[in-house]
């Protein structure tokens, strides 16, 4: 059977000091001990992706899609779980327990974030360039020449001219903010991007053209990527398989089109049929 580029076990990530009565299972206003008051943001969160493959993660605010993303990026502690990925150290090595060194090589050489708020993922003061140039430098890339022909390339692949190249993303609309925010996401050629509600908050015919971009990196990169959107359009569109989230747990997965015209769960029936 083919290895996942990542696989996730019994991630858990909570906020509090817990007590015995959530500990042991017992129930959550929606993800919150009522005793206690400890949040399971994510609870017991299993997850496989595949070289090559979109997995889109749906489910409304709240419901621990974004902060699945940004555990996976070291960027929230992970409580409970692990993570393994296929190109760090052969799949053999647990990832959340590395230290903050071996972290930052997996994020700079492995895995690839967009997240939904450019500021995030960019120094709107620096040039494009700039930007791109900082994830190369952090990979131990020095080469002036190769470094400009790899931004040239990636400015390229996201339809940015050269002649904005020197100018910062602040300047640019929303929709070429995160046009630059892939490029950088892309710069050392990652095995897995993770793109956190990437098309939120643009407009519908910059949408499309994100989209369209997306797609078009996944042909010609051939690389995984983990999709978080509450749009089931984007879902439907992007995805070959979907897992539903509510509550900080996982409560329904499959391939995109059997979750999306055939969902078994009420929670799912409900978010698809809220947009028919």
Not at 26 to 47: M, Q
Not at 94 to 106: D, G, P, V, Y
Request: hydrophobic share 35%; charged share 25%; with cysteine.
């Amino acid at each position: 059977m083919e290895q996942s580029v990542l696989k996730v076990e019994h991630l858990t990530v909570r906020y509090g000091r817990t007590c015995e009565y959530c500990r042991n299972g017992g129930k959550l206003d929606k993800n919150t001990c009522p005793h206690c008051k400890t949040v399971w943001a994510c609870k017991d969160v299993n997850i496989e992706l595949y070289e090559g493959e979109i997995l889109g993660v749906v489910g409304e605010s709240g419901s621990g899609k974004s902060t699945l993303m940004k555990s996976l990026y070291f960027d929230f502690p992970v409580t409970e779980g692990r993570g393994y990925l296929r190109d760090y150290e052969g799949g053999e090595e647990e990832i959340f327990s590395q230290s903050l060194q071996q972290k930052k090589f997996i994020k700079n050489h492995i895995m690839g974030m967009v997240y939904q708020n450019p500021m995030l993922g960019l120094k709107m003061d620096y040039s494009s360039a700039g930007n791109i140039a900082e994830k190369l430098i952090a990979a131990g890339h020095r080469n002036y020449a190769r470094m400009n022909d790899r931004v040239t390339e990636l400015l390229d692949a996201v339809e940015i001219l050269q002649s904005r190249k020197k100018e910062p993303p602040k300047n640019f609309s929303g929709g070429m903010q995160q046009r630059v925010q892939i490029s950088k996401a892309l710069a050392n050629n990652p095995a897995i991007l993770l793109l956190d509600e990437v098309t939120t908050g643009l407009d519908l015919s910059v949408q499309a053209r994100v989209l369209e971009l997306i797609r078009t990196i996944r042909q010609k990169f051939h690389i995984s990527m983990l999709l978080v959107s509450h749009d089931l359009a984007v879902i439907r569109m992007l995805a070959d398989r979907t897992i539903v989230m509510l509550d900080g747990r996982i409560i329904e997965q499959g391939l995109t089109d059997q979750i999306l015209d055939d969902p078994q769960h009420p929670y799912t029936q409900q978010l698809v049929h809220s947009l028919l």
